[in-house]
């Protein structure tokens, strides 16, 4: 086997050996970066976008208002006084006082909790459900495969409003009498029952994309099992277009539970809502326009937070679009 260096100095003649090494060590120093891999090269991505870090700022206050709201408001966000119903916003309450003489600022700030709480909880049983569904469908074909897409295309027929309106009121009723974890557990569920297809056939067409793939093929044929071919090939390359879809999905849920308890079938009273208040104060949008502004505002900024964020993370998971 020929040596490097005398290589160099016989394709280079009259050089002195110590002059092939110089450029190695006066020139700039190789990089000694480990290879990337795709979320390595989605973060580098993302840390140039003022788009991720507005959103995931106001995201993280989002979180902190729902793990936290004492930090941000100190005041009752449940009892109230008649004396101070529907008085204005001042210095004492920041957004005024509703018809119950409740302090409007602490009922928004307290909340972002069970908006967030049943959103995030929606989207982690919906990629759970689906995301199973979908793999179990994708990877075994045959049979299962139709059996599956036809029990979600089922799902797929029940239009989403009027399927969570028809689960709620039959257990979510009037006079039910469910008490907050109940009610929150309620429309946590209806929302997983009817969005859960969607995480299926969209892990099902990955999983259908991937499992052909020749580190899979030779995988299987290294007599890998098929829970090991799942769990270290298949889900963790399939997992980008749920990262995706499942942050978005939680501004999207985080509008559904709001539009659910807007209608009344969705959470109700003693949770505090997004959604209930712009419910209680649509009657007096005429003389107290704050009572639906200031709940509305947050929402549309939480909602859009989420969305944004997903929208961040697509563009950088996705290749095509850098």
């Known amino acids: 086997m020929s040596d490097p260096s005398t290589a160099s100095i016989v394709s280079t003649p009259g050089a002195h050996p110590t002059d092939s090494a110089a450029p190695a060590t006066a020139g700039q120093p190789q990089s000694n970066d480990k290879p990337r891999g795709l979320l390595g090269d989605a973060w580098r991505d993302l ?3 003022p788009l991720f870090w507005i959103s995931a ?10 793990a936290f709201p004492a930090l941000f408001a100190p005041g009752d966000a449940v009892n109230g006084s008649l004396s101070r119903s ?23 700030i307290y909340g972002a909790r069970a908006s967030i709480v049943v959103a995030v909880l929606s989207v982690m049983g919906t990629l759970l459900i689906g995301g199973t569904m979908g793999i179990i469908s994708g990877y075994r074909g045959g049979w ?16 989403f409003v009027l399927g969570a309106i028809v689960i709620l009121t039959t257990f979510n009723g009037s006079g039910s009498g469910n008490s907050k974890a109940q009610i929150m557990g309620l429309v946590t569920a209806s929302l997983i029952v009817l969005s859960w297809p969607v995480v299926m056939r969209l892990m099902r067409s990955s999983v259908l994309a991937t499992k052909e793939a ?13 829970g090991r071919i799942i769990l270290k090939h298949l889900l963790p390359n399939c997992l980008a277009p749920l990262l995706v879809y499942g942050t978005i999905m939680v501004g ?30 649509q009657n007096f949008v005429r003389v107290a326009p704050g009572l639906v502004f200031f709940p509305a505002a947050f929402l549309v900024t939480a909602v859009l937070s989420f969305v944004m964020l ?13």
């Open 47 to 49: 840390r140039r976008k």
């Open 57 to 66: 700022t106001l995201i993280v206050i989002f979180l902190l208002m729902a």
């Open 86 to 108: 529907l008085d204005k916003p001042s210095a004492n309450g920041w957004f005024g006082y509703d018809v119950q003489g409740r302090d409007v600022y602490a009922r928004v």
């Open 144 to 159: 299962v495969d139709a059996l599956l897409s036809r029990i979600a295309d089922v799902f797929f027929g029940l239009p």
């Open 214 to 226: 020749d580190y899979i093929v030779a995988a299987r044929a290294l007599g890998a099992g098929t």
């Open 252 to 281: 999207s849920f985080i509008g559904a539970e709001a539009t659910l308890s807007f209608l009344g079938v969705g959470l109700k009273s003693p949770v505090v809502s997004w959604g209930i208040m712009i419910s209680d104060g």
């Open 310 to 322: 997903g929208e961040s993370v697509r563009e950088a998971l996705d290749p095509k679009l850098r």
